[in-house]
């Protein structure tokens, strides 16, 4: 059986877009997984890697394309996994629908011919009120960006700014945190917080494609990107066409909101100013509120002009840095980074809903959702220097938890056997038969020595403090 011919171990653009990840035996992905099969098709023509001279990459179609390539893209999507989109199809299904159609859909890529399909449109209920609309490609489109991110990223990654740190190899939300610390520490403790309205679902198509175009010479390759930004959506069983913006939800969105908005991080560096981005949230650091209210005045007019998007006058605005927020956190009098304290009240919010005492789960199926919810939570908000806000509120969430198993043991009767087989003897027993609500009952001594702190981390509930590394 032919196997991808290997083309991108002599490319190190290629070489470096191949993601591996280490299996529980401890191969790497690219050992435990078998390149796609490829049982009828065609040897691919020799292509080079791509260089300067060629004209700005006039040939990356051909890349696009590689054995390698895709199958490094097979594995990418197969690894995140997702929803399918309007076919229906998933990312199981992914392997044997390429075994089987991979010449058609090769030959239709190198032609210049292949049409995307209309995604699919999901709205996602944000914290504040409203929703973000998601638009879900389907799994070989998926597939099909994946090759395109996985060819472009290493060409137009490099020409991004150091101050760009969203959806970059190597760089993440913490980065562009700690960027913004390093300039209030070096005292422009004035913020300029800008918001842009709604900006994956206005980003400008023409713009877009200038800018794309630019560097990309290869017809073949814009043909297919402008296609997929039109794609269209599908809105109960009817296509609607996409006059501009680049639908989140696909793996080349990142991508492309990048390219369009160095623009704005080239002009932010021409003015000489001190900013930190990650995609659409963009800070800008000052010393003095005149300085930011006429660097704010100044930016809404030009991206107003120069990207044609607007910047949202209600949530922009400028402050101090421990008045506002950014991606969560927000930088204290101190200089310390904390987490914002809309951070902290939607974490409330998260443990009142984990802690319900009506669900239909077990206790263990309760337990491993508040693990798996901590566990993540912490692994983003870790970054905090200043912990006092978060460890402030364990007590608070160990009486949630103990009132939720209250509830749950229904009755006097049940109670009294819980508490019985908790250990509890004795007059510290007659809180089974308490007429009192389960919030006060929950700081009574009684259920403090039945799930007492011990308690609940033997059986594993636990806290972000448990989690804690020192600092």
């Known amino acids: 059986m032919n196997r991808w011919k290997s083309s991108t171990n002599n490319d190190p653009k290629l070489r470096d877009a191949t993601t ?10 690219a050992q435990a997984e078998k390149p796609l099969p490829t049982e009828g098709v065609g040897r691919e023509p020799e292509v080079s890697a791509p260089t300067p001279q060629k004209a700005r990459f006039e040939d990356l179609m051909e890349h696009v394309v590689s054995r390698d390539n895709a199958t490094a893209a097979w594995r990418a999507v197969k690894r995140n996994g997702g929803a399918p989109g309007i076919d229906g199809m998933t990312t199981e299904q992914l392997r044997d629908h390429v075994r089987k159609h991979w010449e058609t859909i090769q030959a239709k890529l190198l032609n210049g011919t292949y049409v995307p399909t209309p995604v699919r449109r999901v709205e996602i209920p944000k914290p504040n009120g409203g929703v ?6 389907t799994v070989i489109d998926r597939w099909i960006q994946q090759m395109l991110l996985q060819v472009l990223q290493p060409i137009f990654d490099p020409t991004f700014s150091e101050q760009s740190h969203g959806f970059r190899p190597r760089r993440s939300a913490h980065d562009a945190v700690r960027a913004a610390q390093t300039y209030v520490r070096a005292g422009k403790n004035w913020v300029v917080d800008m918001d842009i309205t709604k900006f994956f679902d206005h980003v400008n198509h023409d713009i877009l494609m200038h800018r794309i175009g630019q560097t990309i ?9 402008g296609r997929y930004l039109r794609a269209g959506v599908m809105i109960e069983g009817v296509v609607q066409a ?9 793996p080349f969105s990142p991508l492309l909101a990048n390219i369009y908005l160095d623009a704005l991080d080239q002009e932010l560096v021409r003015r000489g100013l001190a900013f930190s981005r990650y995609a659409d949230d963009c800070n800008v650091y000052v010393s003095s509120e005149r300085a930011a209210q006429r660097v704010l005045t100044g930016l809404t007019d030009w991206i107003k002009r120069e990207l044609r998007l607007e910047v949202n006058a209600t949530k922009s605005g400028i402050g101090r840095p421990w008045e506002r927020k950014f991606l969560g956190f927000r930088i204290n009098l101190e200089g310390k980074i904390e987490a914002a304290p809309q951070s902290v009240e939607k974490f409330r919010n998260k443990v009142r809903e984990l802690w319900r005492s009506c669900q239909s789960q077990s206790s263990e199926r309760l337990r491993d959702a508040w693990r798996a919810y901590v566990r993540g939570w912490w692994n983003y908000f870790c970054l905090a220097e200043e912990r006092r806000n978060i460890f402030g509120l364990e007590g608070w969430i160990r009486r949630h938890i103990r009132k939720c198993f209250w509830l749950r ?9 819980k508490l019985r087989s908790l250990g509890l003897r004795g007059r510290l027993l007659k809180v089974a038969h308490s007429s009192k609500g389960a919030w006060p009952i929950a700081a009574s001594p009684s259920l403090h020595t039945a799930l007492s702190n011990a308690v609940l981390r033997r059986y594993g509930f636990v806290m972000p403090s448990d989690l804690a590394a020192p600092i």
């Open 132 to 137: 973000r609309m998601l638009g879900i490609p």
């Open 409 to 417: 043991w229904h009755d006097w009767r049940g109670r009294l056997r």
């Open 217 to 225: 010479r290869d017809k073949r390759v814009l043909r297919l990107i």
């Open 242 to 250: 996409s006059e501009e913006g680049t639908p989140q939800g696909g």
């Open 20 to 29: 591996t990840v280490t299996t529980p035996n401890g191969q790497t992905s």
